[in-house]
């Protein structure tokens, strides 16, 4: 089992810019993938970003690409999200999620463990 625990959200301005992190507790955080996604209401939950277990390698949508960037510290069991340039369609709650892999992967049923979310509001 891996328990994750996201914090970092909040209200920021167009433009502005938040870190999220992502902490892990359980199976050995170094074996894991980790990825991050948000879901808006009253939509489906969609990919941000992905990285390898042991951050070599990353991965984003055009939408974020740019902008966002996944990071890790294995040896403080966290995966990060740096999110710049914000607007308002990044409005969402924002979850890690992790995997037993090693590659990255970006589709949501990938995912074995998941947080309860954060929620990221974009808005003036």
């Known amino acids: 089992q891996v328990q994750l625990v996201e914090s970092g959200g909040g209200l920021v301005q167009p433009g502005g810019s938040l870190r999220l992190s992502c902490a892990a507790s359980?199976?050995?955080?170094?074996?894991?993938?980790m990825g991050w996604f948000r879901q808006a209401p009253g939509k489906e939950r969609e990919f941000v970003a992905a990285i390898t277990r042991g951050g070599a390698r990353s991965y984003y949508p055009d939408s974020v690409k740019g902008r966002f960037t996944i990071s890790r510290d294995n040896a403080k069991n966290t995966v990060y999200l740096q999110m710049n340039s914000l607007k308002p369609e990044d409005t969402a709650v924002y979850y890690c999620?992790?995997?037993?892999?090693?590659?990255?992967?970006?589709?949501?049923?990938?995912?074995?463990?998941w947080g309860q979310g954060t929620q990221v509001t974009v808005s003036s």
């Open positions: 999620a992790a995997k037993s892999g090693n590659y990255y992967y970006i589709r949501t049923y990938e995912y074995d463990y």
């Open positions: 359980g199976r050995t955080f170094s074996s894991q993938a």
